[in-house]
């Protein structure tokens, strides 16, 4: 997924239209149309105002990670992760180890 993915996916995902959006930073609504077509990119200050209002950081925008290295998806994994009991982790690790390959759990139980 590239930025102008990203961008339609959380504004639609906030239901926040271009309109709302180019209001609530100060642009004019068609810079906005520019981004979604991959005419142009924000500049650095607008990217930090629209990831507050969309919530994301401006690296992940950008890049599809944030500075951890983790998608949006598997950020919503891991808060999720942490919310289970601790038998219900191992569970969740079993069936982690019993999908990757054999090479994969020696390095994840050697790390752990």
Known sequence: M???ERFETLLKAKS???????????IRR?????????????????AVKISKI?????EYMITGT????????????????KNISKENKKIVRTLID????ASE????????
């Open 2 to 4: 590239d930025f102008q």
């Open 16 to 26: 926040i239209s271009q309109k709302e959006l180019a209001e609530r930073i100060g």
């Open 30 to 46: 068609p810079l906005i149309s520019e981004w979604k077509r991959n005419k142009s990119f924000p500049y650095a200050d607008v």
């Open 54 to 58: 969309l919530g994301v950081s401006v």
């Open 66 to 81: 944030d500075a951890t290295g983790l998608s949006q998806d598997e950020r919503e994994l891991v808060e999720k992760f």
């Open 98 to 101: 019993s999908m990757l390959p």
């Open 105 to 112: 759990v020696g390095k994840k139980s050697a790390s752990a």
